[in-house]
C-alpha cells in the first residue's frame, strides 16, 4: 500500500521557488518517494510498475529542485503512465501545475490524490494549503481538520501552522491562535509557526510579544523578506529606531528586488 510505502518528508515551498504565488512561509509536503518497496503488492507485474513510477516521480524532483519544470513535468507523466495511482506523482504534479499557475490542473490533481487515499495526512494538506491560497478559506480548514485526523501522519505542526496562518488571512485572530499554539506545543522551534505567531501578535497590537516570537524564529530559522519586514515593523512600534534600522538595511541588502523591499521604499519617499 503506497500509504505504508512511505514519503521523505517535507520541503518547504518556498525553497522550489513557488514564491511567486505570494506564499506566506511555504509549508507544504513535497513527496519523494525513496522507499525499497517492501509493502509493495506482490504481484511483480505491479511491484515493477510501481518501482518505474517511483523512479521517474525521483528524477521529476530533482528536475524540479533545479528549476526544470518542463523536463519534471515529462517525468510525471511518465511516472503516471507505469502507474496512474501512484499519489507521490500525482502530488508533486499538482505542485508543478500550481507553481505554473495552472490552476485547474493542480485541482484535479490534488483530488485525484485525495481519491486515492482519503484519510492521508500528508495530502490533505497540500491541497487545504492550495485551496486556502485560492481564497477558499472555509474549504481549506475541512482539509487541514482531516489532516490532523489521521492517526498516521507525522508531522501536526505543519497542518496546524497552515491552518492557523489560513485563519490570519482573514484577521481570524481568535481561530488562528490556538492552531498556532499547537504548532508550537509538538514542535517549538518549528520556524513558520513561530513567525505566523509574531505575525499574529504584531497584528493584535502586542509588538512586544510579537517581537519575543520573532527573536524565537530567527535563531530556528533563515530570514525571509517577511522576517525581515516584519521585524521593521515590530521595533518602529516599539520606537527602536536603531533595531528597525537594522533590519530595513537587512532587507535592502539581502532581498532588493522582493516586494518587502519594494514597499519599505514606497513608505520612505
Known sequence: MQRKSGYV???LLLAFGLAACKHDPG???YPTPMNN???APSDSAQQDKQAAAQTHTQLAAAYMQQDHLKEAETALHKALGFDDKYIPAH????ILDWRINRMQDADREFRTAISLDPSNGDTNNNYGR????QGKPQDAMRYFKKALADPFYKTPALANTNAGSCLLKGNDYAGAEPYLRKALETDPDFAPALLTMARLDYGKGDAFQARGYLQRFEAAGRATPESLLLGYQIATRLGDKETAANYSSRLQDQFPNSAQAQS???SSQ
Do not use: D, P
Open 91 to 94: 502530488t508533486m504534479l499538482a
Open 27 to 29: 509549508i507544504i509536503k
Open 9 to 11: 518528508l517535507a520541503m
Open 130 to 133: 492550495f485551496l486556502c491560497e
Open 37 to 39: 518497496l517492501k509493502n
Open 264 to 266: 519599505l521604499n514606497g
